[in-house]
């Protein structure tokens, strides 16, 4: 292999091939074990706490310090691990969707871009928004990470601000976006179902409460 092939870093990041496989990492919280954090809080915090699934203590397997009553009985606090993970895995992964559009800005300038990048571009985007509307979903009012989000400036929106601005990311983006079979990524099929299923309850995420009677 000739060694000025991959002689420093910046040859690597303006590879094309590397935005490509960059963009993996925004999947990351879904792959492998990694896939435990979506387990154990949306998956749990949407599923275990129905009777549509129960975690049985089978003598000191499945306890999890009491995790499984605690959600399925609605007995659960702030710092329950699956209301903590629930959280952690959908804004960590708008984090590393907004580092991936970070990367793109320091190695590619600002847009417009190659029909190639703006596609990546695009998949970030709707990948976010995916992850905000997990969020969304379960938490109900949420700050929006843009990708300008600090500890110092965060602000909790309304849940029907929330629904719109994820639903504009999607429709906006979604052109760009593959439209070839592209298993495990954000395709223009993929983003579609997307829309399909949030479309489906947005009667709920435009209520003020979703205790509100229906409108």
């Known amino acids: 292999v000739s060694q000025s092939r991959y002689s420093s870093a910046t040859n690597t990041q303006t590879n094309p091939g590397m935005f490509k496989n960059k ?9 492998g074990e990694r896939g435990y ?27 999890d310090n009491g995790v499984h009553i605690a959600m399925h009985q609605h007995t659960w606090a702030y710092n329950t691990r699956d209301i903590q993970n629930g959280w952690s895995f959908a804004f960590n992964g ?12 320091a190695n590619k300038g600002e847009p417009p871009y190659d029909a190639a990048t703006t596609a990546l571009v695009s998949e970030a985007k709707v990948l976010r928004a995916f992850y905000h509307y997990l969020a969304m979903e379960i938490y109900g009012n949420i700050p929006i990470d843009s990708g300008t989000l600090t500890t110092e400036n965060v ?61």
């Open 155 to 215: 602000v909790q929106r309304n849940r029907a601000d929330v629904y719109e601005w994820i639903v504009d990311e999607i429709t906006k983006n979604l052109p760009n976006l593959q439209n070839t079979h592209n298993y495990g990524r954000f395709t223009q099929p993929a983003a579609y179902a997307l829309l399909a299923r949030i479309y489906l309850n947005a009667e709920v995420y435009k209520r003020a409460r979703v205790s509100d009677p229906k409108e």
């Open 37 to 63: 954090v979506y387990r154990e809080g949306y998956w749990n915090m949407q599923t275990g706490t129905t009777d549509e699934a129960i975690a049985p203590t089978r003598g000191s397997h499945w306890y």
């Open 23 to 31: 963009i993996t990492d925004a999947y990351l919280g879904m792959v």
């Open 94 to 105: 708008s984090l590393r969707a907004n580092e991936f559009l970070k990367f793109i800005k």
